[in-house]
């Protein structure tokens, strides 16, 4: 349309009408669309603030799981319910003589998942403040084996909480290189305590621009604690101490 109205211009037989017709025509495709372009913006914060709320609401229903990694496949044999309720005691020593209610136990299929890998082992408690308590005491307890292998328990949450957890993996992994030790809290908030002053971010970048601001001699006087840093980073690759109360008031 823009070189019809440069020919027409040029031309002395076309009228000026029809020239500010086409000129009118060019502005009307604009603004139609800019007016499309803020809807599909307007759309998309829509979507996502939808996506948000289906995902605290599946990870409301999911409050009560809890996911253990490393377990080797077959262990637990025909009665996986019965196995992690005699496990738990011996694998957390401090969980002894307490009344566990566990509702169902099973592994999680996935498709991608290499054959050497064991799938990951879910189990569903009656009360949210057990999966508290095992979380919790799971963590203070270090490492925990099982036939020699590493076992890891952590929250189970939706699809697309863990997603969003997974994008801080790489920024907290550059907190520890520098020794600091940090916590993701619910849904996926980076939590630091540095000089005695705690700080949250909420997206890797936060995180990044923490780190890179520190000062030069800090990062110098932190290296020789990152070992520890590493082994307790990995303890708290899932903060379970959301306290699922908070979650609860966030739905």
């Known amino acids: 349309v823009e070189n019809r109205t440069k020919v027409h211009k040029r031309d002395p037989h076309i009228s ?117 308590a095992i979380l919790n005491e799971a963590r203070a307890a270090g490492q925990i084996l099982h036939m020699g292998t590493l076992l890891l328990f952590f929250p189970d949450y939706s699809t697309h909480t863990s997603a969003k957890r997974r994008t801080m993996s790489s920024a907290r992994k550059k907190l520890t290189q520098l020794g600091i030790t940090s916590f993701l809290l619910y849904p996926a908030v980076v939590k630091v305590t540095h000089r005695g002053k705690i700080s949250l971010f909420e997206t890797p970048a936060e995180v990044e621009k923490f780190a890179l601001n520190l000062d030069p001699a800090i990062k110098s006087s932190l290296k020789g604690a990152v070992s520890a840093a590493s082994r307790e980073s990995e303890v708290n690759e899932d903060e379970s101490a959301v306290p699922m109360e908070d979650l609860t008031e966030k739905i």
Request: hydrophobic share 35%; net charge positive; proline share 5%.
């Open 16 to 132: 000026p009408c029809f020239v500010q017709m086409l000129q009118d025509e060019v502005q009307s495709h604009v603004d139609s669309l800019r007016n499309a372009k803020k809807d599909t913006v307007e759309i998309k914060l829509a979507v996502d603030s939808f996506q948000e709320k289906l995902a605290r609401i599946e990870d409301k229903s999911r409050q009560s799981n809890i996911r253990l990694v490393g377990l080797k496949e077959g262990v637990e044999g025909n009665d996986p319910l019965q196995f992690i309720q005699n496990q738990l005691p011996k694998w957390i020593p401090s969980l002894g003589g307490k009344v566990m209610e566990i509702e169902r136990a099973h592994r999680i299929y996935s498709g991608e998942r290499p054959k050497t890998t064991p799938r990951t082992f879910i189990f569903k408690l009656l009360r949210y403040q057990d999966r508290n």
